[in-house]
């Protein structure tokens, strides 16, 4: 019995022997969604002291001030191209200079993307109490290759509208169906003597910008 055929007459030998079992009991929970009370503004304080905890770089910004603050981190980086999701808005990279900008990356190797410099997303939530920063794949984000292989990621982040404090807040709010990325500070990994090593599994530099404020009025 092979393929379908074996896992079909797994789940019928395990609903036989459940036959006759009580209903499971609803799990309790009565936890504790949030850890303290906090204001919005101290609420993005948390996450952005525990995003550098991580040894993200941290910068915060308004709306009008976005994409000087995009255009100066790609310098810095020596970036000379960026992947930009097909739904970034276009006034993010408003002031880039000497930089291409990759919108059709869903078409590139492997290899291609990894010989991009950088890669700029919004995100779909951040976690204030784990420092963790959530993708969903959206349209402002991209398929999820795309900020795990280039060595650079700025990721742009809404406060308040998209922090809140704690994961029992976030689960609500996220899709289970979409592809969830969570990400707390740049790709590292350590070996059995603790040698950190970064960039193994993602992007080496993190760079989260914090937007203060409502988005500007389209």
Known sequence: MTGSSSRDEVLRRIRVALADSPETAP????????????????????????????????????????????????AEHGSRSVIAPPGLPAGW?????????????AELTAAELDAVDSVVTGCALAVAETGTIILDGGPDQG?????????????????????????????????????????????????IELDRVEGVHGPRTLDVVLVDGPPAAP
């Open 27 to 74: 799990v309790p929970r009565d936890y504790l969604t949030v850890h303290a009370e906090r204001t919005p503004g101290e609420t993005a304080d948390l996450l952005a002291e525990h995003l550098a905890d991580y040894r993200a770089r941290v910068h915060r910004t308004d709306e009008a001030g976005l994409p000087a603050t995009v255009a100066r981190l790609l």
């Open 93 to 105: 990279l408003s002031q880039l200079a000497g930089v291409e900008v990759i919108r059709a990356a």
């Open 143 to 191: 398929q999820r290759r795309v900020t795990l292989v280039p060595d650079h990621h700025v990721c742009v982040v809404r406060a308040p509208a998209q922090v809140v404090d704690s994961v029992p807040q976030a689960l609500p709010r996220l899709d289970p169906v979409r592809p969830l990325t969570w990400i707390s500070g740049p790709s590292a990994t350590s070996d």
